[in-house]
């Protein structure tokens, strides 16, 4: 049973560190970056005994570090699939409730049993020089956190550059092409929360982006003129408060069809009508607007219902799922329409 000092590897997942404390059968693991990782006890490999180990933390350089470099070295763990490199970076927010607020770490995940030696840079669109955000190399199957970017940088960031050279310092190994992907960035996805997806490394939503994957070097994303000025529109729409949408339930602005469907805004009266006759109305307007822009390829329609109880919103999207199956469904701009809103794009 691992103890308090112990170098531990965890079982089902990556990383491990030391053992800073035990409670209630809950390991405190601190890891090389400082941070105490819960995790479960038995869930725990000791790979160093604590009689056998030092306390001391290697010295690091300011712009080239070898990543996890605590002392002892932590024995090299290799994975049958480590021998194909897959890469994902990543970004997390640090207040997904708020992101508004929130800080964001940009994250490599290097998923392999090869030692990366890498360097993530950023830039503006306008900007040709690129700015080093991070150098270093990192250890196989490591989930490295590169920096983190404030709110308010965000806007000089529209491009992404990440490099790296992958090698086994102790053993023969097979030689992998050296990997330069620069990344288009939409800095407007990091304040909306449905960009923020499950990823297996991440126990919270991130926005990840596959650099490599199975060996094979992602494609770097071009955004054309078009989807370019859609995401400035957004990123200046997204520093106005979410406004409130006038007496009328059809409203066309800068291409977008938005239905208000909270029932007030479809009727004045509503008197003897059941919560089903509400529903029903409100579905039978939503399926007017449907059947009316069928014919429309690329018409935007955003749909308010509301927050509530999501049953009007579990009701449009049984609709979308099949009465009018193929469409592109999303949630609206939260920034607009808070988290009652949901997009459809006809096809």
Not at 111 to 136: C, H, I, M, P, V
Not at 307 to 319: D, F, I
Not at 335 to 340: D, L, V
Request: hydrophobic share 35%; proline share 3%; charged share 30%.
């Amino acid at each position: 049973m691992a103890k308090v000092g112990d170098i531990v590897r965890f079982l089902n997942s990556t990383g491990g560190g030391r053992i800073v404390k035990i409670e209630n059968g809950i390991a405190h693991v601190e890891d090389q970056d400082g941070f105490e990782v819960p995790a479960l006890l038995k869930e725990c490999v000791v790979v160093a005994d604590a009689s056998t180990t030092s306390t001391t933390t290697a010295t690091k350089s300011q712009t080239k570090e070898r990543v996890n470099a605590t002392e002892p070295e932590l024995p090299k763990i290799e994975t049958d699939h480590g021998e194909k490199i897959n890469v994902v970076m990543a970004f997390e927010a640090s207040n997904l409730k708020s992101l508004s607020n929130s800080e964001f770490d940009a994250v490599l995940v290097n998923d392999s049993n090869y030692f990366l030696d890498f360097s993530f840079a950023t830039r503006s669109e306008e900007d040709n020089k690129w700015k080093l955000r991070r150098a270093g190399i990192i250890d196989p199957n490591i989930v490295l956190s590169m920096c983190t970017i404030k709110s308010s940088e965000l806007n000089g960031i529209d491009r992404a550059l990440l490099q790296f050279i992958a090698y086994k310092d102790d053993k023969a190994y097979e030689m992998k092409s050296p990997v330069s992907v620069e990344t288009k960035i939409d800095n407007t996805k990091f304040f909306k929360f449905h960009c923020y997806k499950n990823n297996p490394y991440f126990d919270e939503p991130v926005i990840a982006i596959d650099i490599v994957k199975d060996d094979c070097t992602s494609t770097p994303f071009e955004i054309d003129a078009k989807e370019l000025k859609e995401a400035m529109r957004e990123k200046n729409q997204s520093s106005t408060p979410p406004r409130k949408i006038s007496k009328s339930s059809r409203i066309a602005k800068n291409d977008i069809i938005e239905v208000d469907l909270h029932i007030n805004e479809l009727l004045d009266n509503t008197k003897g009508m059941s919560t089903a006759d509400i529903l029903n109305y409100q579905i039978d307007e939503f399926r007017k607007v449907m059947d009316a822009n069928l014919h429309r390829h690329g018409q935007r329609i955003v749909f308010i219902h509301g927050k509530g109880e999501g049953v009007l919103r579990n009701a449009l999207l049984k609709e979308l799922n099949h009465r009018y199956k193929g469409h592109d469904v999303s949630d609206a701009s939260f920034r607009e329409y808070g988290f009652g809103a949901t997009q459809v794009v006809i096809h």
